[in-house]
């Protein structure tokens, strides 16, 4: 055996590689990776210059090639060929890191409304400071949350979907003077928050101080905290007005519909 000093024993090469010994004798005994030399008595050795083919190996399977697809390829190593391998494997790792990506929104948009609801206390009330918000918004509704509206909604979620992948739960708009004259479920529209990351959305809620309370309970509540909302307001020489957003925080964690929380968020200013 020449060049003794470049060659491995199957262990030896393993162990240089950080590859089981057994996936060594596998990947020989179906032939996508054999060693340099085979002696009568059954011994394989490898030699170092095998371990860019190891390596290639290794990557393709880890971006989901399968042996099938390696051998065939070995079979007819060319650039060409090569390259449109590469290209197929990377489209499907860009849509896989897109789909992961869409799950890590998700989940931190779960994470952020179920730490508020944590905090949330029935009929408090706080001023906030918001930054710009991007929304998307439904075709109109009714209100009645009839079956046109129904219609609506399942509309609107599945333009969510196809736009997000994953989409947490979309909640109810209606403006602030529909509020102020008592016109509690005159909404206009359903609502969704976009993402920074991707550019699609139709309108903007604008940075600037909000009011915000919550409602714990049926929606039946929700009149009686509108006008506590307003009250305070008055209290606080303080005009409502744009939009109010409504956006339930705790459905993934609810019990008992009794302990479902709505979030209301409303634009105001100083008299």
Same mark, same amino acid.
């Given at each position: ?14 162990? $240089? ?6 996936? $060594? ?12 030399? *085979? ?17 290639? %190996? ?11 697809? %390696? ?5 007819? =190593? ?6 449109? $391998? ?23 948009? *779960? ?94 809620? =604008? ?22 909302? %307003? ?41």
């Amino acid at each position: 055996m020449k060049n003794q000093k470049y060659v491995y024993t199957t262990g030896q090469f393993a162990k $240089l590689n950080g590859i089981n010994k057994r996936t $060594l004798h596998y990947y020989d005994e179906i032939g996508l990776f054999s060693p340099e030399f *085979k002696e009568e008595n059954g011994y394989r050795y490898y030699t170092c210059f095998q371990t860019v083919q190891l390596e290639l %190996i290794v990557t393709l399977r880890k971006i989901g090639l399968s042996i099938e697809e %390696i051998i065939r390829y070995q079979q007819s =190593p060319s650039g060409a060929s090569f390259a449109d $391998l590469i290209s197929e494997k990377k489209q499907l790792i860009d849509k896989s890191i897109q789909e992961l990506l869409n799950v890590k929104a998700f989940l931190e948009q *779960k994470s952020s409304k179920l730490s508020l609801s944590l905090t949330a206390k029935e009929g408090e009330m706080k001023v906030i400071t918001l930054p710009e918000q991007r929304i998307l918004l439904s075709n109109p509704i009714t209100g009645a949350y009839d079956d046109s509206d129904f219609a609506v909604a399942g509309d609107f979620s599945l333009r969510l979907k196809s736009i997000f992948g994953l989409y947490d739960n979309f909640g109810s708009r209606i403006t602030a003077n529909q509020i102020i004259n008592g016109n509690y479920h005159d909404y206009d529209c359903f609502f969704a928050y976009g993402r920074e990351d991707i550019e699609v959305y139709d309108t903007v809620r =604008p940075a600037g101080t909000y009011l915000r309370a919550f409602c714990v309970g049926g929606w039946d509540k929700l009149e009686t905290i509108y006008r506590n909302i %307003i009250r305070f307001a008055d209290e606080n020489q303080m005009d409502l007005f744009g939009y109010a957003y409504e956006e339930g925080l705790n459905e993934m964690s609810l019990q008992d519909r009794d302990d479902y929380i709505t979030m209301i968020t409303v634009g105001c200013k100083t008299k």
